[in-house]
């Protein structure tokens, strides 16, 4: 069955399209019209004042609406996409904090199952996140400090066993002989980015020639710039807003990040390389002053964002994209073209998922919002069903 959404304003990856038509065939987009078209037997939808823009894609979600991805639980997994889908996300990659090495496999099982459940109509797991446990302690933000470990050859052949769940992996270069690891993930199809962690400006341009192709939560657990005697060296941050090659993702809920660090890494970055991501956790849908738990560790939601519960670290968001999206077209300021390309078709290509998601183009999959001007989703297509 083919469905036809007419009449709307589609955001292509190179233009803008007025009162177009897009045509979708078996889960795929099959064509793209400057004008109204209409398909024997297709079902219609009426795009009339909507937007229709990429699915949004998060590569870093820890869960949502009480579930916790490393509750390592079906139940959780599932909660957490049909969560997210609700609010627009289409492509999830449910991501893994720091946990006993035990608790993270069960994690991976469980997320590896999930998968096998995807549909059309349903936000398509697409793998796992690992953010942990191979991080700095200097820079564990809220991550449960005692399962910060290094990597080693065991821990190399957990990533092997399951190269097939986990797409994406945040760790400290500089932490023992982490970086020499590098090249064997990337081989394994692993995108690895750096992250907690204090590694100096030279490191991280070690890292990109072993394989690093970005760095997480841009800003936030990472080292500056310091001084080595009477001279400045640079860290993660400064190689991220200056080493053209590696992405880098905010959390553009409002209060990780304010205004101006966001304007600065567009600037540095600009829309291509500069990616956006929730970082949500299990309190993303809670209200303010709820506890939550993860890891053994407690946290609360104060002020619009969850903290620990001593108030001296951000703990993840609560805010998933779609909120992001608009607080980066209307409170930032920066152009809507370029925050779509950033919630969604730069994610693609970072994730090596290009030929297959992030924008609106004949043969990817049918993965659409429809929005209003003001960018709140009005209806989700995953895979070309609603």
């Known amino acids: 069955m083919q469905t036809c959404i007419v009449n709307v304003t589609i955001y292509t990856e190179n233009e803008v399209i007025p009162n177009g038509t897009i045509v979708i065939d078996n889960e795929k987009i099959t064509g793209i019209h400057p004008f109204p078209v209409h398909v024997q037997y297709a079902t219609v939808v009426d795009g009339s004042g909507l937007l229709a823009i990429p699915g949004y894609i998060d590569t870093h979600c820890h869960g949502g609406a009480g579930f916790d991805c490393n509750d390592a639980s079906m139940d959780s997994v599932l909660g957490m996409r049909d969560f997210y889908g609700r609010h627009g996300i289409t492509t999830l990659y449910p991501t893994l904090s720091a946990n006993a090495i035990p608790e993270t496999i069960n994690g991976l099982k469980t997320i590896r199952e999930a998968m096998q459940q995807n549909q059309p109509g349903r936000t398509e797991i697409c793998g796992c996140h690992l953010e942990g446990p191979f991080l700095n302690k200097a820079h564990k933000g809220c991550q449960t400090e005692k399962h910060i470990i290094a990597l080693n050859d065991g821990y190399l052949q957990m990533y092997a066993t399951y190269k097939d769940v986990i797409k994406r992996t945040t760790i400290a270069p500089e932490v023992e002989h982490n970086i020499d690891y590098f090249p064997a993930l990337s081989q394994m199809g692993i995108q690895v980015t750096i992250g907690h962690s204090c590694a100096v400006y030279k490191d991280v341009e070690y890292a990109v020639a072993q394989g690093a192709i970005g760095v997480t939560h841009l800003f936030n657990a990472m080292s500056q710039t310091k001084k080595a005697g009477p001279f400045r060296i640079g860290g993660v941050l400064e190689a991220a807003l200056t080493l053209d090659d590696l992405y880098a993702e905010i959390i553009a809920d409002g209060f990780h990040l304010p205004n101006e660090l966001i304007r600065i890494a567009y600037r540095c970055k600009g829309a291509d390389r500069l990616t956006v991501c929730s970082d949500a956790n299990s309190a993303a849908g809670g209200v303010e ?98």
């Open 289 to 386: 002053g709820e506890v939550f738990h993860t890891c053994g560790t407690s946290f609360v939601i104060e002020q619009g964002v969850a903290m620990n519960i001593e108030r001296t670290s951000l703990a993840s968001s609560v805010t998933p994209i779609d909120r992001m999206v608009r607080h980066l077209i209307f409170n930032v300021k920066l152009p809507a073209f370029d925050v779509v390309k950033m919630a969604s078709t730069s994610t693609a290509r970072m994730m090596k998922m290009d030929q297959r998601k992030g924008s609106i183009a004949i043969g990817k999959d049918a993965d659409i919002n429809l929005v209003d001007p003001d960018f709140n989703v009005i209806q989700t297509f995953c895979r070309g069903e609603s």
